[in-house]
């Protein structure tokens, strides 16, 4: 009886599904995930937007301003790509810098 009025969970360890308490009160596992985050989406835009533009090319039909466009929205992904490439470069670089951790980048070597 003593253990259970001891217990200073409300619902003796029941924690809502999906719900983890160790990754809530970690600032680097949060900035870890946002950032893991981006990466998927910048790749899956970046992605969406090669195909669109490889679609506009080949339905230009030999106007030569819808192939400059296709071109456009490929080089415009393909830079964003770079910029996210060097983004996680850049972090990596300021992990080493700065003497933390954040578990992003830890391939990149300095």
Known sequence: MRAIIMNTEPLGGITPIGFDPDIVSSGSTIIKTVFYVILIVAGLWALWNIIQGGFEIMGAGGDAQKVANGRNRITF??????????????????QEVLNVNFGIGQGVQF
Do not use: E, N, R, T
């Not at 992904?77 to 670089?93: D, R, T």
């Open 77 to 94: 992904a393909l830079v964003g790509l770079l910029v996210v490439a060097a983004s996680w470069a850049l972090i990596g670089f300021a």
